[in-house]
T-cell receptor
C-alpha cells in the first residue's frame, strides 16, 4: 500500500503571507494530483503533475513534482482568506485508482 | 454540464437500519469511485467501477457494505445493517476513461447513524 504523508497537518497564517505544504511518499507515482476541499463540499481538482521535476503555476499557486516522482509541494504566494480549505494530494500508480494523503488544513486569517 | 450528483445530501438513521446512497456520474465518464471521509481516517477509497464493472472493492469495510452500478449513469452504495461507526461523509467521484486519475467529486452524503 502506497502511503502519502502530507505536512504540516494544520497551518494558520495571516493574509498576505507565503506558505508551502508538502506531500511525500516512498513510492513512485505516474502522476500526482492536488485537490482543495471546502467545508461541506467535495474535493476539487487544482492540478495534475506528471513529469519528474515539473513545475506548474496556477495564479498564486505553484506546484512542483519531485525529480523521482515520489514527492510534491504546493506553494501559495500572498495567501488570501479564500485560500482557506483542506488541501489533499493524491498519487496515481496507473492501476486505475489513486491514493490520497490525509491533507493539510489551511486557515488564512484576514 | 451537471457535475456528479449525489443523493441524499444528508441522512440520519438509527442503528440497524438500511441506508442507500445514490450517485449519478458525469455523462461520458467510465470510472466511478466511492469514498468515505472521516476526521480520523481521512479520505478512503471503498470501491471503484470501470464500465459498470467493479474493479477493486478491497476498501469495502465489511459485508455490511455493498455497491452496484446497474448502468453507466447510476450507482448505489448500501449499508445493511448500519452502525454508528459508519457515520461519515460518503463521496462519489467519476473520471474519463483515459484520465482515471483526474476525478470529479460529488458534493457528498453526510451520514449520521444514531
Amino acid at each position: 500500500t502506497q502511503l502519502l504523508e502530507q505536512s504540516p497537518q494544520f497551518l494558520s497564517i495571516q493574509e498576505g503571507e507565503n506558505l508551502t505544504v508538502y506531500c511525500n511518499s516512498s513510492s513512485v507515482f505516474s502522476s500526482l494530483q492536488w485537490y482543495r476541499q471546502e467545508p461541506g463540499e467535495g474535493p476539487v481538482l487544482l492540478v495534475t503533475v506528471v513529469t519528474g521535476g515539473e513545475v506548474k503555476k496556477l495564479k498564486r499557486l505553484t506546484f512542483q513534482f519531485g525529480d523521482a516522482r515520489k514527492d510534491s509541494s504546493l506553494h501559495i504566494t500572498a495567501a488570501q482568506p479564500g485560500d482557506t480549505g483542506l488541501y489533499l494530494c493524491a498519487g496515481d500508480t496507473n492501476a486505475g485508482k489513486s491514493t490520497f494523503g490525509d491533507g493539510t488544513t489551511l486557515t488564512v486569517k484576514p | 454540464d451537471a457535475g456528479v450528483i449525489q443523493s441524499p445530501r444528508h441522512e440520519v438513521t438509527e442503528m440497524g437500519q438500511e441506508v442507500t446512497l445514490r450517485c449519478k456520474p458525469i455523462s461520458g465518464h467510465d470510472y466511478l469511485f466511492w469514498y468515505r471521509q472521516t476526521m480520523m481516517r481521512g479520505l478512503e477509497l471503498l470501491i471503484y467501477f470501470n464500465n459498470n464493472v467493479p474493479i477493486d472493492d478491497s476498501g469495502m469495510p465489511e459485508d455490511r457494505f455493498s455497491a452496484k452500478m446497474p448502468n453507466a449513469s447510476f450507482s448505489t452504495l448500501k449499508i445493511q445493517p448500519s452502525e454508528p461507526r459508519d457515520s461519515a461523509v460518503y463521496f462519489c467521484a467519476s473520471s474519463l476513461p483515459t484520465r482515471s486519475e483526474t476525478q470529479y467529486f460529488g458534493p457528498g452524503t453526510r451520514l449520521l447513524v444514531l
